[in-house]
């Protein structure tokens, strides 16, 4: 594969099972050694996509290509170099974990020397012992994530397609994950396709993001890209008369009810950033003293939130 | 073809199936009652009822054979095993004749029984998607598949014959005072029959667990199965068909070659992309 080009190209995808669409045109591509995040409820699509770019799938119309191949023609080869961590990461329950982690070597062509190396540095790294004699159906449901994790890095793949991965474990055993995410990509240069419901861990590791809903793609870009065009962001405003600010305050909120913060004189209000001015006046006119007006900057939920107030108007918020 | 997949997949199979007990213990039961206890306990029922009846096996009609088994032809056991004195007769009739059906039963049921569990208990367990996301391909996944559920079918099947061997002839030495068994038509039934209803047995349980959606369903249709050789019980028992050496053959000819008919159409239907639409 050229360096140069992208380890995955969605262009124009779709879809369909039976009367069900569930990914609708999408497009979108992702580079080399970029953490991209897909961002969706239940029922957006993003693991029909992540199955459609690994080859389980063909598109009805559109096309993929992952790692240079197109993998409707090519899955076996584009599985070679892709590591997948599902969103149920069922383990075969009868095995050890180094066990299962052996049965996915082999089937990569590992050598069992290379394959016992690599066993125990990612079981060691997930916190589990690679010696360890129990059954995987023993294990917690967090461990059992740890090692279905490992299991996708085995074979150590250019491409990862995680489907939550982080969904079952504990707040350390995640930023562990989120860790090694960040690390796989900065420093292995590894790409990373972080199917997730967790904005915040989505602002933090992914480079750009695409939110879905129901097979369609809303938005695409990075934080700071989409943020202008995210249409309401929260701005924090300091008054003397907090409770009547609330009520002026009402008239402008977008999506949210501002709010009173802690410190008993700010208001929190999501609103378009053009109504700021406008809110001000209102609030001077009104005979709230404005001591200051400190606009936020919009979070990756501020955007999800914007992408998802967008619909029926039909439009899509692009980078 | 990948052979290192194909095993990784066989032996992962494989081990569990040796492990789980829910898939363990009926793959024992099985050819244990039918290989073991049936024969001791019909061998050692006709030696009480000859002891009490001392007459040759052609006078023993009417309702005193009717009442001690069931309705078995007493001219079918003496067509069947050429012998005609009561109580040797008898283990003869029972052990190479009457269990013979019933031995074919041992490769269909160990067969369907991890052959459900390789594709429709895998996607229960919902570690398929796990193994469709590998680059096996879907002739690999077949063939692994395929594998890892016919070697034990047959390893159980011969194996069981093996423990057979010895069971009839200890069962039978006090009455035959010589060691009767196999004969040439359970040679066939071990080598050729048994291996090929495996087969047949994986190939329409391939089908059959890769279109339904639970272990339970597939055992279900499954057990469809065992009707075949449920009829050619009765066929044996009741003098309509003799299970001799060339209807042994010729069964292993068609079974074999259904089975073979069957699972070239269970690797065009077994695609990557219908298991995985239907996760």
């Known amino acids: 594969m050229n360096p140069l080009e992208p380890a995955i190209v969605v262009d124009n995808v779709t879809r369909r099972f039976g009367a069900i669409t569930a990914v609708d045109g999408v497009s979108f591509s992702v580079q080399p050694g970029e953490i991209f995040g897909l961002l969706g409820h239940n029922g957006a699509g993003k693991t029909t996509l992540i199955r459609l770019i690994n080859g389980l799938f063909r598109p009805d119309s559109g096309q993929i290509h992952t790692l240079g191949h197109d993998p409707t023609l090519a899955g076996d080869r584009v599985r070679r170099r892709t590591g997948v961590l599902t969103e149920y990461p069922a383990l075969d329950q009868y095995l050890t974990p180094a066990e299962n982690l052996g049965v996915y070597a082999a089937i990569h062509g590992l050598d069992r020397a290379f394959s016992r190396a690599q066993t125990v540095r990612l079981l060691t790294r997930f916190g589990l012992n690679p010696d360890a004699k129990e059954p995987a159906r023993s294990l917690s449901a967090g461990l059992k994530q740890r090692v279905a994790l490992a299991r996708a890095l085995v074979h150590d793949p250019e491409l990862l397609l995680l489907d939550e991965p982080t969904s079952n474990l504990d707040p350390l055993a995640a930023r562990g994950v989120r860790d090694l995410v960040l690390e796989l990509s900065r420093e292995h240069g590894r790409t990373v396709l972080l199917s997730t419901h967790n904005l915040a861990e989505a602002q933090e590791l992914c480079d750009r993001v695409a939110i879905m809903w129901r097979g369609r793609l809303l938005a695409v870009g990075s934080v700071a890209e989409l943020a202008p065009q995210g249409g309401t962001s929260a701005v924090h405003v300091q008054v003397d008369a907090p409770e009547l600010a609330l009520e002026v305050a009402e008239r402008h909120a977008a999506l949210t009810d501002p709010q009173l913060l802690s410190d008993g004189r700010t208001v929190e209000v999501r609103l378009d950033r053009a109504d700021v001015a406008a809110l001000v006046a209102d609030l001077v006119g009104a005979g709230v003293a404005v001591e200051a007006v400190i606009p936020q900057h919009p979070s990756l939920e501020d955007i999800y939130v914007a992408a998802h107030s967008l619909l029926g108007t039909d439009q899509k918020v692009t980078a | ?279």
């Not at chain 2, 029984?113 to 367990?125: K, W």
Request: net charge neutral; aromatic share 8%; proline share 5%.
């Open chain 2, 1 to 279: 073809m990948n052979w290192a997949g194909v095993f990784a997949v066989m032996r992962k199979d494989l081990a569990t199936v040796l492990r789980n007990n829910g898939v363990r213990i009926p793959l024992l039961a099985a050819p244990i009652m039918i290989l073991v206890v049936l024969p001791i306990l019909l061998v050692s029922g006709g030696d009480a009822l000859v002891t009490s009846t001392p007459v040759p096996i052609e006078q023993l009609g009417g309702d005193a054979f009717e009442n001690a088994f069931g309705g078995l032809d007493p001219q079918s056991a003496q067509d069947a095993t050429g012998v005609a004195t009561t109580a040797g007769g008898w283990a003869v009739f029972v052990l190479e004749v009457f269990i013979a059906p019933l031995y074919l039963l041992v490769p269909l049921i160990v067969a369907t029984v991890i052959a459900a569990d390789s594709f429709a208990g895998e996607r229960e367990r919902g570690t398929l998607e796990a193994l469709l996301h590998t680059p096996t391909t879907d002739e690999e996944l077949l063939t692994a598949k395929f594998l890892a559920s016919w070697l034990p079918a047959t390893v159980v099947a011969i194996g069981g014959f093996a423990v057979y061997c010895v069971v009839a002839n200890a069962v039978a030495w006090p009455t035959l005072g010589r060691i009767f068994f196999p004969n040439t038509t359970w040679l066939v039934l071990a080598f050729w029959v048994a291996p090929g209803l495996a087969a047949l047995a994986l190939a329409v349980m391939t089908v059959v667990s890769s279109r339904v959606s639970s272990l339970q369903s597939a055992h279900q249709v499954g057990s469809l199965l065992v009707l075949p050789i449920v009829l050619l019980l009765i066929a044996q028992v009741s003098g309509g068909v003799l299970l001799d050496t060339q209807l042994a053959i010729g069964m292993g000819a068609v079974v074999w070659l259904l089975g073979l008919v069957v699972l070239r159409g269970a690797g065009r239907r077994l695609r990557r992309e219908t298991l995985a639409a239907r996760l």
